[in-house]
């Protein structure tokens, strides 16, 4: 490398100053927050919802694979699909289609209501924020006002809209699919 | 007696035995059978399941009268044709990648081009950081990452965005993206900038190399922050570029572009609002007044139903707003509509006029179709 090079590449380097607040408060808080994550790790916190009972599966055929395509839109993903009973109370482990891949999610349903969500794995990049919980507790207390139609409006996360409608999907599946087996 | 008391102990044996290896069998069946329905439930009914497939397309009508001098421009155009392709490698590392066909033709005096428009890697260092390299969409504006027919109002995409930041604007590079706290997201990266010159009266549009050949004498630095929850971002974005001619016009120095936005949508009402500018060092870009570039647009919206929307949206932008530019300045009022028939298809018609200060302006309706998968 020239000394002309070096200079060149020097000034670029200190034409940063510019933006040094700005930027030095943005690395000091990113690697706060990765060491806030790495200690954390990457778990998901799946809370106690396994006491719900044991793990039960239905397969994705006859009348469950249709339910499945007109809530979805598509033929659903998998072969199974998991879920946990205790009376009037199931958690259904829902797989839809993000941008990057499945995302799986967690619904636990009772009496028709959605009580608690939560995301279980996704690899979604600008989607990221479905797994927040400001995002998630929109759900809590929803139902079905329509076979396809939630009973509220659930605000989408901007540049996200394919991982927020496959949180939509999710939850019309997990309602419809407990509304099924309640009959 | 010795007899009967062995034949005892080795019936109670015997029936101890067998027990313990009835439980064992039932539980190795049990066992079986969940693995079964586990790797049941696994098994996807995709082909590829690491690998995810998807686009965007749209088609548009451009029906404008030219007034003072400029031109009528009556045109049907299938402007994007666009296919994504991912691959997930393992659970931590992601190749994306777009490929883009413009105008429908490409090559030697045609219209269009075939552009590749993404191709990263993505390594997750843990669930809220991931460092990025390859070929990518710099996070400016509100269009330039997210830009999907489906997912904005009017037909052609809108003017600020498009000439000042410039959308849809990629480079080569590398840096990491994430969130600091659940709700502010960055991203940072140094990669590959732009090329102006004197040709184009150093508008920073033309000043795209798109990576293809492209000299890197100069490299550019950007940083995004986006304040996101659900149904509104509020963020902005700086860059920095110590030369914007790459070295190949003495007469530029660097550049620094700065813009903030704001996308609200809560229940059926919606706003979009963005402001962006360009300051350009150098005698070059001060003699056309392009050592100011600067542009911005408020873009109200109403849904009242999932399928239906409505849209006004004023912008206003200048590619010569320095000093030595005169009568630059652009203006524009578009009116109109989307309609989702299904939430992946949009049909939209919109109506423009413009108010440019140089009274050369085009007028009209647009209307066009889109998907997106």
């Known amino acids: 490398m020239t000394k002309s090079k070096m200079a060149s590449t020097w000034a670029w380097v200190m034409h940063f100053k510019q933006l040094p607040p700005l930027l030095l408060v943005t690395c000091q808080l990113v690697v706060a927050s990765c060491a806030v994550h790495i200690q954390g790790g990457a778990k998901v916190d799946v809370g106690d919802y396994e006491a719900i009972g044991p793990e039960q599966t239905l397969a994705v055929k006859g009348d469950v694979r249709l339910l499945c395509k007109d809530a979805l839109g598509y033929e659903y993903p998998l072969g199974l699909i998991i879920y946990r009973r205790n009376n009037n109370t199931a958690a259904w482990q829902i797989a839809t289609k993000g941008k990057h891949g499945l995302i799986t999610s967690l619904f636990i349903i009772k009496e028709g209501q959605i009580i608690d969500c939560r995301v279980l794995s996704s690899k979604e990049v600008r989607g990221k924020q479905i797994a927040k919980k400001r995002y998630l507790k929109q759900f809590t207390g929803l139902s079905l006002l329509k076979p396809n139609k939630l009973s509220k409006r659930v605000d989408g996360i901007s540049g996200a809209t394919t991982s927020s409608k496959a949180m939509m999907h999710a939850a019309i599946l997990a309602l419809r699919l407990d509304g099924r087996q309640q009959k | ?373």
């Open chain 2, 1 to 373: 007696m010795k007899k009967a008391i062995t034949m005892i102990l080795m019936t109670a044996l015997v029936t101890v035995s067998s027990h313990v290896t009835a439980e064992t069998t039932e539980e190795r069946l049990a066992q079986l059978e969940k693995e079964v329905q586990n790797l049941k439930q696994e098994q996807s009914v995709v082909a590829l399941p690491e690998v995810s497939l998807g686009g965007y397309g749209e088609l548009h009508y451009n029906n404008l009268s030219g007034h003072g001098g400029a031109s009528d421009k009556e045109s049907v155009d299938f402007h994007r044709f666009v296919i994504y392709m991912g691959h997930e490698f393992n659970d931590r590392i992601r190749f994306s990648s777009e490929i883009e066909i413009e105008h429908s033709l490409s090559g030697d005096g045609k219209p269009g081009e075939v552009e590749l428009e993404q191709a990263y890697i993505d390594f997750d260092i843990n669930s809220e950081h991931t460092l990025r390299g390859g070929l990518f969409l710099l996070p400016v504006g509100i269009l330039n990452e997210t830009h999907e027919p489906t997912t904005f109002y009017g037909v052609e995409r809108n003017s600020v965005e498009k000439n000042i930041i410039p959308t849809t604007w990629w480079e080569a590079g590398f840096g990491m993206h994430g969130g600091i706290t659940d709700d502010l997201l960055y991203s940072a990266y140094i990669h590959s900038g732009l090329m102006t010159s004197t040709g184009s009266a150093y508008s920073v549009r033309s000043g795209r190399q798109k990576v293809a050949k492209a000299t890197a004498s100069d490299l550019a630095g950007t940083l995004a922050l986006n304040w996101r929850v659900p149904g509104v971002t509020v963020g902005g974005a700086v860059q920095f570029q110590s030369d914007i001619s790459q070295g190949s016009d003495s007469d530029t120095g660097e550049g620094v572009l700065g813009e903030v936005h704001t996308d609200i949508r809560k229940g059926a009402l919606g706003l979009r609002a963005l402001y962006a500018q360009w300051s350009l060092d150098g005698d070059g870009p001060k003699s056309y007044g392009s050592d100011k570039q600067y542009g911005w647009y408020i873009e109200p919206s109403f849904r009242p139903i999932d399928s239906i929307g409505l849209f006004a949206r004023y912008s206003a932008w200048d590619n010569k707003a320095g000093s030595a530019g005169t009568d630059n300045q652009k203006a524009q009022i578009d009116l109109g509509v989307n309609w989702w028939p299904h939430e992946q298809v949009v049909v939209k018609a919109d109506y423009q006029w413009q108010d440019n200060e140089d009274d050369k302006e085009q007028n009209g309706f647009n209307m066009g179709m889109g998907y997106a998968f």
